[in-house]
């Protein structure tokens, strides 16, 4: 596709519901991220995967976070049981390198996620 | 550990004035710094970035943004503000050993009065 896509745009749920949000990358790009930005803060790293492989998922803040990448194209990061403070707008962004720290990352519009 | 500091967290210029807006780091490493733009609703988009060569940074837009080792700052300049222009601002840093370790600023978001 022309650039990185998410959905759902918007998701409400209430707390203690599983949600599921959907990240589809440019195509062809190897890595993939997945960040949390509260409310006037900046994006926060959740997670990374190199193709089907997740190599870091330091930044899940909880055993309630998981994210795959199955065929190394699509992910989906799951949040199970959510809570309050896991409002925030989700951001996912793809970069064509394996390695290179440089490498432009670009970013989908993002999931907005109210738990209620 | 990297981090960036964004002083100010909201900046207001008049259309057509000097916009700056500051960013300062701290790395155990020689860094790679990004500045990123956001409009409402939309993610994160590449202004400029740099990675070791050149200290003065131009991107797109007009902005450009140059690398002070001896101040550790990475400040993001235009010359004249257009209102087009208003939007928030993230500066990040990264690793140049790991591109999983990106660490943004908390933004500075910009205001244009006609």
């Known amino acids: 596709g022309a650039g990185v896509s998410q959905s759902p745009r918007y998701k409400v749920a209430k707390r203690g519901q599983d949600v599921a949000l959907r990240c589809d990358p440019i195509s062809g790009h190897v890595s993939l991220f997945w960040y949390q930005q509260a409310l006037g803060q900046g994006p926060e790293f959740l997670t990374y995967?190199?193709?089907?492989?997740?190599?870091?998922k330091s930044g899940l803040p909880s055993d309630r976070f998981f994210a795959e990448r199955p065929e190394g194209s699509v992910s989906t990061l799951k949040i199970q049981r959510t809570q309050q403070e896991d409002s925030a707008v989700y951001l996912c962004a793809s970069s064509f390198e394996t390695s290179g720290s440089t490498d432009t990352q670009y970013f989908g519009p993002g999931t907005r996620l109210t738990v209620l | 550990a990297q981090s960036v500091t964004q002083l100010g967290s909201h900046v207001s210029v008049s259309e057509g004035a000097l916009v700056l807006l500051r960013c300062n780091y701290s790395?155990?490493?020689?860094?790679?710094l990004f500045w990123y733009v956001q409009y409402p609703n939309q993610g994160l988009q590449l202004l400029l970035k740099y990675t070791s060569a050149a200290t003065l940074v131009k991107g797109i837009n007009g902005f450009e943004a140059e690398f002070k080792k001896s101040e550790t700052s990475f400040h993001l300049t235009k010359p004249s503000a257009h209102m087009s222009d208003a939007a928030e601002y993230f500066c990040a840093v990264n690793s140049p050993f790991r591109n999983n370790d990106m660490r943004f600023g908390a933004g500075t978001r910009l205001t244009v009065k006609p």
């Open positions: 790395s155990s490493v020689p860094p790679y």
């Open positions: 995967f190199q193709n089907e492989a997740q190599l870091d």
